[in-house]
């Protein structure tokens, strides 16, 4: 292993150093925009564009002369766009750069009949970008993610992937943190997984990918950190976007959505609503040994189908109010109301071994859970100057309600189809209510020759979850002793942090610390238990870059971070998955904290190669038990390990042909655990890695294809095998003539490869499991957009009292 991490950083390097090699090649284009009237141009955008692909290259603007000048261009060919309010756009012939300056004539733009209009941009938004340490999927206008959920958009993202229980990983690891523009949703699991896969994907811009933090960030996250962006409008006037999708994969399911925007002056209006049906069935064998000294082995072979149905509504309404030229307002509402039922029919035969039977288990689960969130956010932006400086006040109210019960039924027969004994029947119902209260003002300023950032936060959440549990009893529903717990969850964390950068030529340097003192109090009511926490930690946090050129940057950042336990871990009592399998809860994990290394190098603005290490101690695993009596087995999370997982991922566009673009998003990731698990010692260490090809193919002006491929090799997870998996989707795009609709015809998993296998034996546990998750689906989404679609674009000037002190 030591010698294939030496050989991924030499790559690495070699790589960095045939880089620096290219930069005596680069090339300028320079040139003069003038009127009609041989007057020159002011505050002309310009942008360089690749030939084929038309990609965004490079930016800049034209000076009081009309004079332009776009520097470091990399060998190849491209195209120069012209773009002013009240002036039709200018495109260039080809131009062929080797090094060389370019002087281009002059060029003098015609106006348009109105003198203030739509603004056209030609050059296609990359799929992938880098920028401040991000990677970022923007699916706005992507053909595969159109019609989709939340989780399945983000599955998408560089490096993202999703586990058997639909949990999200970053680099192959556990232990996101998922926000939404910028906010916690204080949720993980279980809990998440239903959020996202109640809201509509369709709301989606980009997603931001990020294994690196500053103070400012939350230190949640022992990974990093994914944040969803939400489309937002910006449009002068009244307009609105309708989308219709409806899809089948095992059974039929659609959503369709309406936003709405009204925007006069300073004020903008905004709302929107969507409700989507989701079905989805899950088909699962799993093969489990237990071998006993008392009863002899027992072999549980199993048999399960469960159907899934989600009716989500979501909906939000909000304003943002322009106060004064410096102070801007926001008030918004959201809530999401989600009724899931489930079905899940199974067949268990058991015996000494597999094939031969001693008794069979048929077993009944019906499950309905309503999931509720409502939120109010206020946000206040106040601009100190027009340097940067500005003062941030955000208040957030967050409430969860869910309701799950849960009908069990099961007959045990003997191989001869006769009762072995009488029916069983049990319930549960577990109503869970969170309420989260966060506040928070963020301070900016420049300071000296730099840039100082400071604020507080506070946080407060109690989660009350009273489960009971009941079973059928000679016609009579009786509490079941030891099965049902009141349990009550409070956590309070008040942070604070500062962060100071500047630039030391080609070089800066940020550095900070954030400190974030937690206090929680897990109750169980029933079990007249109290576990009380109070500690105080720091999190420091470093990053530095170096710019050889524009086109060739290195970074390097550290960060310490924590990820703290879900709630429903903490809770004692077991939570049932069937008659044999449960999951029980520890009131004394505790969190998880992480360093985290990262080697950033970017090439060109658009390849990005990264190398990581992210070291966990007192990581919270998966630890297994069983009973060789009953034959129960069960999973509890516990802090027994230490993990070091390094990674090395490369993000590189490419350009086939004149229609043909693509991204490739590749991760390589070696991960090693070492600590006690399942009554026994592991030491153990696996390389695994993910790749995601996706190919966009333009036809013409309105007809383009999306092609993407997926591979994630096998891996050692703790003690736990996942096996190789692979996937390929293909859609198309269709602009109608008005350019206000579109039609999408999207195919996902089509070869059905996308399985879930997982595997294990370790010490006495010996088990595997094979999962389909109903990937496989046909989808056909229609967008049609309503009102004023021209952008207003207003010049302001921004000669201010302290750029005049500046200067």
């Known amino acids: 292993m030591k010698k294939t991490s030496t050989n991924l950083i030499l790559s690495f390097f070699v790589l960095l150093l045939m880089s620096f090699g290219a930069r005596a090649q680069q090339g300028e284009i320079k040139g003069t925009v003038r009127n009609e009237k041989n007057g020159p141009l ?27 000048h776009i520097k470091n ?20 012939d080809t131009l062929k750069i080797n090094g060389q300056s370019v002087v281009l004539d002059d060029v003098h733009l015609l106006p348009q009949s109105q003198t203030i209009g739509t603004v056209t941009v030609e050059g296609r938004v990359p799929l992938v970008q880098q920028r401040d340490g991000k990677l970022i999927l923007n699916v706005e206008n992507s053909t595969l993610a159109a019609g989709n959920n939340a989780l399945e958009v983000l599955q998408r993202a560089p490096g993202v992937s999703v586990d058997k229980d639909e949990n999200l990983q970053l680099m192959g690891q556990q232990g996101v943190n998922v926000t939404i523009d910028g906010r916690q949703t204080f949720m993980s699991g279980e809990q998440l997984a239903t959020f996202l896969k109640a809201m509509n994907g369709d709301q989606i811009k980009s997603v931001e990918v990020s294994t690196v933090r500053s103070a400012k960030d939350d230190a949640e ?12 409008n910006r449009l002068e006037g009244f307009n609105g976007t309708f989308i219709a999708s409806a ?3 095992e059974h039929p399911r659609g959503n369709s959505s309406l936003t709405l925007n009204y ?22 064998d799993l093969e489990r040994t237990i071998p006993s000294e008392k009863v002899g082995d027992r072999v549980f072979d199993q048999e399960a189908g469960l159907v899934e149905t989600n009716n989500s509504h979501n909906y939000k309404i909000g304003i943002e109010q322009k106060t004064s030229e410096r102070n801007t307002m926001l008030l918004q509402f959201s809530g999401d109301n989600d009724d899931e039922r489930s079905l899940n029919v199974s067949e268990t035969n058991i015996g000494p071994s597999l094939g031969v039977i001693d008794s069979i288990l048929k077993a009944n689960t019906s499950s309905k859970t309503p999931f509720n969130k409502y939120s109010v956010n206020f946000n206040n932006e106040y601009r100190l100057d027009t340097l940067g400086g500005k003062l941030t006040l955000d208040f957030d109210w967050s409430a969860f309600r869910n309701n799950s019960d849960i009908n069990y039924a099961f007959e045990t027969y003997r191989p001869d189809g006769s009762l072995f004994y009488p029916i069983e029947e049990w319930r549960t119902g577990m109503p869970v209510d969170i309420d989260i209260y966060v506040g928070k003002v963020d301070f900016m300023k420049n300071l000296g020759k730099g840039k100082f950032e400071s604020g507080i936060k506070y946080s407060r959440v109690k989660s009350d979850n009273n489960l009971t549990f009941e079973e059928l009893i000679n016609s009579i529903w009786q509490d079941t002793s030891g099965r049902s717990n009141h349990f009550v969850y409070t956590e309070q964390i008040a942070a604070a942090y ?22 929680s109090d897990a109750n169980s009511i029933t079990g007249n238990t109290v576990n009380k926490r109070n500690y105080l930690d720091f999190f420091p946090s470093l990053s530095s870059s170096y710019t050889f050129s524009e086109n060739h940057i290195l970074s390097f950042s550290y960060a310490r971070k924590i990820s703290r336990p879900n709630y429903r871990y903490l809770n004692p009592m077991p939570y049932y998955i069937d ?12 969190p998880e904290y992480t360093n985290g290394f990262t080697l950033n190098y970017t090439l060109y603005k658009m390849f990005n190669v990264s190398l990581g290490t992210d070291i966990t101690n007192d990581a919270m695993v998966e630890s297994l038990g069983q009973d060789t009596v009953s034959g129960a087995s069960w999973i509890k999370r516990e802090n027994l390990a230490k993990t070091v997982t390094s990674y ?28 006690p698990i399942a009554g026994d010692y592991a030491n153990l260490g696996s390389v695994f890695f993910q790749g995601r090809s996706t190919n966009n193919f333009k036809i013409n002006q309105r007809f383009s294809a999306e092609l993407s491929v997926n591979y994630n090799s096998s891996f050692l997870y703790n003690v736990y095998k996942i096996h190789a998996r692979w996937g390929t989707d293909l859609g198309v795009n269709y602009n109608f003539k008005n350019q206000r609709s579109s039609l999408k015809l999207a195919g996902t998993d089509i070869f059905r490869t996308q399985k879930n296998n997982v595997s294990t034996n370790f010490g006495n546990f010996n088990s595997q499991f094979q999962q389909y998750n109903d990937n496989r689906v046909i989808r056909l989404t229609y967008t049609y957009k309503f009102g004023n679609l021209k952008q207003q674009i207003k010049r302001t000037n921004m000669d201010s009292d302290e750029k005049s002190r500046a200067m």
Do not use: C
């Open 247 to 249: 899809a089948h994969g």
């Open 221 to 232: 996250g022992s990974v990093g950190t994914i944040n969803i962006v939400l489309k937002k």
């Open 73 to 92: 261009i990399p060998n190849g060919a491209f195209i120069i766009q012209l773009s002013s309010v009240g002036y039709e756009p200018y495109k260039s």
């Open 263 to 284: 925007k006069k002056n300073n004020t903008t209006l905004f709302g929107s609503y969507g409700f989507t049906r989701n079905k989805r069935q899950f088909d699962l």
């Open 648 to 675: 090395l991922n490369l993000n590189a566009p490419a350009q086939i042909g004149k229609f043909w673009t693509m991204n490739n998003n590749l991760t390589g990731i070696y991960m090693h655990f070492k600590g």
């Open 579 to 590: 008659k044999f399998t449960y999951m029980l809860g520890n009131p004394y994990l505790t």
């Open 498 to 519: 500062v962060d100071y950068s500047r630039m030391f030529g080609k070089a800066s340097l940020k550095v900070g610390v954030r400190a974030e003192h937690t206090s």
């Open 42 to 68: 002011t505050n002309v955008t310009i942008y360089l564009l690749t030939a084929k692909a038309e990609a965004i290259i490079k930016t800049g603007i034209s000076d009081q002369e009309g004079e332009y």
